[in-house]
């Protein structure tokens, strides 16, 4: 008897009594853990639902500060009118925004403004009846003051967001304070807006998830129930234990409550029992399988190795090696049976398919996003973008996948990419770089990227991925609230501010040996002409002369206002016979006449104070109150220059 046989004879009893033992623990420990599979995939499902969720309220929050924290939403609270409410509530934009009504109310909870859908109003998703649009109105208005939209406590970021079940009508509720740009001034009102959770936004909630959802009227929760979130401003919610309502099929409950810890509605999440049935497939398979080879007799035992598992086994290890060299186009392992090798490449299969249709929804959703994406390798040349991508740089996507992103920028801008790119590789998981960018139109525009490592299955570092964001409007803006800040308002001139900043930074500039002179300028006879014309007048003449200094200098020289009809000009590499002459034409231009209306005004005159750096005074101080000395001189003469004399 060979060793074989021997040990078929030995092993047999041994056999019958694993396949008796397989089956009652299949059935009473391999079925609970798929069990237990199914009931953690389906609590994933509900985790994936409240996160989507959550995000909803972010979201949609979000954009209502956007409104509630504007001057303009602030002065129209006190001070309402039609041009506004068409302007900025206007039903497309409504819809733009994702919501189905959006009210502005004031302080005492009176209806400033107010817009709605009203034909998503006209047919809602009631749970419980039908309620006419007025009533839903109504019933929605007085919700949202019981839930203390209006209790603001002074405190501009004291929203609202919850899920709330209005006259039988499922909806998201959202609340914000009305402030200024900064979100610091004491709020006057709040802006209260929504929309309702009609059966295409379920459907929508649905698409993203492996489950199907259905919504509820509110039940008060028994035993089991446990809290996902505590009840507060953004109201709470419930989780019910897990219930098996057929072999096929389990549910979950998400009860959402308001912030009094009131019942709204909730939403049953139903998921099939996908691993229990296949488990039990698949035990049944197994034990079949294994029965029908031990009947078949131990003497085809060797066949059996050699034929239907070694070589398919081999046959599936070729499959997959392929696959895996394979980068042409999609593959896929022969049918194999039935068994588990069989099942096996069944399952290889539709991980294939999962990775292809995982692989395409991200493809869909980067292109569907408005941020560029991309992705480089580790030596920088651009592997993948998306749609937005090629849209903000003009290009196409076989023009930037293959190079390099130093093509993209200046060469200044290169090196400080470099290093922070650098800091990536070091392991910080993301660092932010804004810079001008080349578009395909010859342009630049700013861009903010935010870049991240990509680690490849062993954690290794093998390149970045990143987003881009347009920026110039917000760098346009930048500016302009710097330029405001250091120009006068009515000339257009440098303002006292910059000429603080800028007079230290000409004579550093002047430090090495060249020489610079400030001209201080006053108009003489300018206080009659506000007492006797008036203002405007008065403020016409400054514009004037705003533009005579500016038609009348040479870059770099600078022209500010110091206020009133006081100016002042930094002359930077100039001598003494430079300066005068320069304010010998000044003076000419500035004394031609001016007028108020169509009256001349010929009595106008200016005086020019002239100090020289380094000659005069060597320091900033000195240079003031030497050329403010040389203007007083020339004030007595009026209508003169006078160099300072010691």
């Known amino acids: 008897m060979t060793l074989r046989n021997r040990l078929l004879l030995l092993f047999l009893p041994l056999l019958a009594l694993i396949l008796l033992g397989i089956w009652q623990l299949s059935e009473h420990i391999l079925l609970a853990r798929f069990d237990r599979n199914d009931r953690q995939r389906l609590y994933d499902e509900v985790r994936v639902l409240d996160n989507r969720l959550a995000f909803e309220k972010k979201r949609h929050l979000d954009l209502l500060r956007s409104y509630a924290w504007w001057d303009a939403s602030y002065r129209f609270v006190a001070h309402p009118t039609p041009r506004f409410v ?159 309502l057929d072999a096929d099929t389990q549910q979950a409950t998400l009860l959402f409550l308001d912030s009094a810890d009131t019942p709204q509605f909730s939403l049953a999440i139903n998921k099939s029992r996908v691993a229990y049935r296949q488990g039990q497939e698949a035990i049944r398979l197994f034990l079949g399988m294994t029965l029908l080879i031990t009947l078949a007799g131990l003497l085809l035992a060797y066949l059996v190795l050699e034929f239907w598992v070694i070589r398919r086994v081999q046959r599936l290890n070729r499959g997959v090696a392929n696959i895996g060299a394979d980068t042409a186009g999609p593959a896929r392992l022969a049918d194999m049976g039935r068994d588990e090798v069989g099942q096996l490449a069944c399952e290889v299969n539709q991980m294939l398919e999962r990775l292809e249709r995982s692989e395409a929804r991200d493809r869909a959703i980067l292109d569907s996003i408005r941020d560029g994406y991309f992705e480089m390798d580790d030596s920088g040349v651009v592997l993948t973008v998306n749609a ?66 990509i680690v490849d299955a062993q954690g290794q570092f093998c390149g970045f991925r990143g987003i881009l964001r347009d920026i110039s409007l917000q760098v346009a803006y930048q500016q302009r609230l710097l330029d405001l800040a250091y120009r006068d308002a009515l000339t257009g001139l440098g303002n006292r501010k910059a000429f603080g900043e800028q007079l230290p930074l ?8 060249t020489g610079l002179a400030l001209l201080y300028i006053d108009l003489d006879h300018f206080k009659p002409v506000n007492d006797r014309y008036g203002h405007a007048a008065g403020d016409a003449v400054l514009v004037a002369v705003g533009e005579r200094l500016r038609n009348n200098l040479r870059q770099p020289d600078m022209a500010f206002r110091l206020g009133g009809d006081e100016f002042a000009v930094i002359l930077e590499g100039v001598d003494c016979s430079t300066a005068e002459a320069l304010a010998g034409r000044l003076l000419a231009c500035l004394n031609q006449d001016y007028h108020a209306g169509e009256q001349r005004l010929e009595f106008l005159s200016a005086s020019i104070g002239i100090a020289l750096y380094p000659a005069d005074a060597g320091d900033t101080d000195g240079l003031l109150q030497a050329a403010d000395s040389a203007m007083y001189r020339a004030k007595q003469q009026r209508n003169h220059y006078s160099r300072y004399r010691a």
């Open 86 to 244: 068409r302007e900025n509530l206007d039903i497309d934009m409504l819809g733009n925004l994702g919501f189905d009504f959006a009210l502005y109310l004031d302080r005492q909870g009176r209806v400033v403004a107010q817009r709605w859908e009203e034909a998503r109003l006209a047919a809602p998703q009631a749970i419980t009846g039908a309620p006419s649009p007025e009533r839903l109105r109504q019933a929605l208005l007085r919700s949202a003051l019981d839930l203390g939209v209006l209790d603001l406590q002074g405190d501009p970021s004291r929203s609202l967001a919850q899920w709330l079940l209005v006259d039988g009508t499922p909806l998201l509720l959202l609340s914000q304070p009305i402030s200024d740009n900064l979100g610091q001034a004491e709020p006057v009102g709040a802006i209260v807006a929504g929309y309702l959770l009609d059966q295409r936004r379920v459907n929508a909630l649905q698409e993203q998830m492996d489950a199907r959802l259905q919504v509820q009227p509110g039940v008060a929760p028994g035993d089991g129930w446990r809290a996902l979130h505590v009840p507060g401003r953004n109201g709470g919610a419930l989780l019910s234990p897990r219930r098996v």
């Open 388 to 453: 937005a991508f090629c849209r903000l740089l003009g290009y196409a996507a076989e023009e930037v996948e293959g190079h390099s992103y130093r093509e993209l920028l200046d060469e200044q801008d290169v090196a400080r990419a470099r290093g922070l790119y650098q800091q990536v590789r070091d392991g910080e998981q993301e660092t932010t770089f804004a810079a001008p960018f080349k578009r395909r139109d010859g342009q630049r525009m700013v861009f903010e990227t935010k870049v991240s490592p």
């Open 506 to 513: 000409a004579l550093q500039r002047c430090a090495e040996g």
